[in-house]
């Protein structure tokens, strides 16, 4: 383990930026999911593909649950209203929450520092991540954070996902090609309980566990202080982890061909919207994308507020990634409203001057960060 351990920053966290644990952190329930026969047995399946590869989650279907006027149905000759029934039941198995993600980082730092069956506390999750407290011995967990952590284990342990490689899929000494197998995403084992809300544990992640060191796409692009938030901030840590993965490319790009082109990444509000799942109050609110709840679902208060904060998460996720400079571009719709909002802020020549900020996105205001991963002139001294 010395090799991987000399690659990080001593008392960073290492996060995993693999398109396949992101393309599995990112299947949601915007296009429902499909079904699909195993051994005579029905699977309600959630999936993506990518070059070379297919993974995903999958959930046996109970036959109970199959069981119309005493036979024994195919799920997809079912009645709509009856499948969405099923598909609501076991949903869950089929996607990642944000907490769940947060906290299976945590175990996949520790675990690409230790290798499979490394052991783990409560207190440790609590203490040393969430808190971040390198000493995280006098940490209290309370019982309400406790439980939160055994019920966000409990889901992680119900998923079972699945993966499945060509003979081309990557370079060879990464040992991924033509691979196919299914297990559970993760098992716990050898469970000690300590003191009050306390317990430690063993972990494995499995196959795929190995896979994802194997590839070694992971670094300490994201600082540690990502995961210093309150767990109805999920979401904030979880659009920080993706934004990782495209610093991390980009930055890989500046090493072998400096240049502006990969220096400078222009992002909008859209841009995380699609990989980051929306999480309300509400239990039918649970499992979809920003995306799919901001542009086609009805009854969700506050769109606007939302987006506001989800620009706000996105610009902190880069800056907990160190990136060189952010700034902010504002482009606008001179419609009635905006012109009758603004009109004390036009010169005689009807020249607008105002200066925008984010709490102005809105109808007629939008913004784009330019994000600057290095320093141009430093570029600019590599290339003369």
Known sequence: MTKIRNRFTTGEIITVHDNLLCDLYSLNRDGGFTCVEINNNQYLVNQKKGRGYTIGLRVKIPDELLIVNGVRSK???????IKEEIEDKLSSRLYFSNIEIYVANMLFDKFLRYGNNCKISIQELDGYYRKC???????HVTKNVYDRYIETLKSLVEKELFLETTDSFRNDKYGARDINFSHMFLSIFQIEQLEMNNMEFNYSFHNFGSVIKQCRRYSNTLSRYAFKIRFNQAMKYVTSFFIARDVFIAKG?????PSYVYNEMIITSESYENDIKYEGRKNNNQGYSVSYKLNSFKGIPNKLKIRKMFINYIEC??????????????????????????????????????????????????????????????????QM
């Open 133 to 139: 407290k390198k000493d995280y011995s006098k940490v």
């Open 75 to 81: 799920f997809d000759d079912l009645d709509s209203d």
């Open 253 to 257: 790009n500046l090493i072998r061909n």
């Open 317 to 382: 996720g880069f800056t907990l990634c160190n990136v060189f400079r952010i700034e902010e571009e504002f482009s606008y719709n001179e419609t009635e409203e905006f012109v009758e909002k603004h009109e004390f802020d036009y010169d005689e020549n009807y020249d607008l001057n105002y200066e925008f900020s984010k709490e102005d996105v809105g109808k007629n205001v939008d913004i784009k960060l330019h994000i600057y991963i290095s320093d141009p002139l430093n570029l600019l001294y590599y």
